[in-house]
T-cell receptor, first 108, second 114 residues
Framework: QKEVEQNSGPLSVPEGAIASLNCTYSDRGSQSFFWYRQYSGKSPELIMS????GDKEDGRFTAQLNKASQYVSLLIRDSQPSDSATYLCAVEAGKSTFGDGTTLTVKP | SQTIHQWPATLVQPVGSPLSLECTVEGTSNPNLYWYRQAAGRGLQLLFY??????ISSEVPQNLSASRPQDRQFILSSKKLLLSDSGFYLC?????????????FGEGSWLTVV
């Protein structure tokens, strides 16, 4: 079992829809959780971090954390074609471990 | 503000040739430094990390090595490249100590071994 698992996708949503990206992790001691966006051929850039159970909102992005169930998700509201990218989940338990990413395509 | 620079951006090297990728961080002191590799369509693989000058931890056995000659400089090297070394190499940094420290990436270096 991988330490951090994400559906590879591709996930396709129409413009204006909500995109839901999920991530599960194996280490119950994990304390910090991050979502990165990576455009094709570019380096990952941080979208959000979350440390406590519940929701954290930043503009069109909402991160959700459930430590008991060991999952973290990212919701993108009003999805835009510019959101088309690979989204990486990272989990820290002393050092960060990255999932393989979910590729999102937003169709106009 | 902190910035990270990595170079060269792209390079094509023959099998058996040496490699040197360099990374510098500005605007912070004593950062944790990392080298990751990302194969085409794959996730990030941590290769090396460093918590201080001369302190290097290797995550996977390979023909690559890393060095940290100065506080904010991190170098990835190889004496003889293999075809399997091709990929996207990312230098990254985070604040030293504690937990919950975000990792910030450089622009990346595309390496093609031919």
């Amino acid at each position: 079992q991988k330490e951090v698992e994400q559906n590879s996708g591709p996930l396709s949503v129409p413009e204006g829809a909500i995109a839901s990206l999920n991530c599960t992790y194996s280490d119950r001691g994990s304390q910090s959780f991050f979502w990165y966006r990576q455009y094709s051929g570019k380096s990952p850039e941080l979208i959000m971090s979350i440390y406590s159970n519940g929701d954290k909102e930043d503009g069109r992005f909402t991160a959700q954390l459930n430590k008991a169930s060991q999952y973290v998700s990212l919701l993108i509201r009003d999805s835009q074609p510019s959101d088309s990218a690979t989204y990486l989940c990272a989990v820290e338990a002393g050092k960060s471990t990255f999932g393989d990413g979910t590729t999102l395509t937003v169709k106009p | 503000s902190q910035t990270i620079h990595q170079w060269p951006a792209t390079l094509v090297q023959p099998v058996g040739s040496p490699l040197s990728l360099e990374c510098t961080v500005e605007g912070t002191s004593n950062p944790n430094l990392y080298w990751y590799r990302q194969a085409a369509g794959r996730g990030l693989q941590l290769l090396f990390y460093s918590v201080g000058i001369g302190q290097i931890s290797s995550e996977v056995p390979q023909n690559l090595s890393a060095s940290r000659p100065q506080d904010r400089q991190f170098i990835l090297s190889s004496k003889k490249l293999l075809l399997s070394d091709s990929g996207f190499y990312l230098c990254a940094w985070s604040i030293a100590g504690g937990v919950g420290n975000t990792i910030y990436f450089g622009e990346g270096s595309w390496l093609t071994v031919v």
